[in-house]
Nanobody, 123 residues
Framework: QVQLVESGGGLVQAGGSLRLSCAAS????????MGWFRQAPGKEREFLGT????????YYAESVKDRFTISRDNAKNTVYLRMSSLKPEDTAVYYC????????????????WGQGTQVTVSS
């Protein structure tokens, strides 16, 4: 069973950047699709993007594809979410998860969620 721990969240001003990390333990995530999601208060969990097991392919939600970048370092068993030009509406808890499909995935394609890290963007 893989355990995922997100980190790197915090308070940032609008227009700023932040890089989140998702560190895996218990098993290697190399070769596995990884996804990022977020959930704002009172809203449903929102898909942000995925990265293929090798890191060669990424897929993003239209709402963030110009500002967010997913990368991974399989040697460190870690996946990253780089966020730039942050807006107050990006405020949410951000989660990573192990997936089974990187292109146009469905919510049911993901399991083994982390506990999330809070990102707050001030105006």
């Amino acid at each position: 069973q893989v355990q995922l721990v997100e980190s790197g969240g915090g308070l940032v001003q609008a227009g700023g950047s932040l890089r989140l990390s998702c560190a895996a333990s218990g098993r290697t995530i190399g070769g596995f699709v990884m996804g990022w999601f977020r959930q704002a208060p009172g809203k449903e969990r929102e898909f942000l993007g995925t990265i293929s097991g090798s890191g060669s392919n990424t897929y993003y939600a239209e709402s963030v594809k110009d500002r967010f970048t997913i990368s991974r370092d399989n040697a460190k068993n870690t996946v990253y979410l780089r966020m730039s030009s942050l807006k107050p509406e990006d405020t949410a808890v951000y989660y990573c998860a192990v997936g089974s499909r990187w292109y146009n995935p469905r919510p049911t394609d993901f399991g083994s969620w982390g506990q999330g890290t809070q990102v707050t963007v001030s105006s």
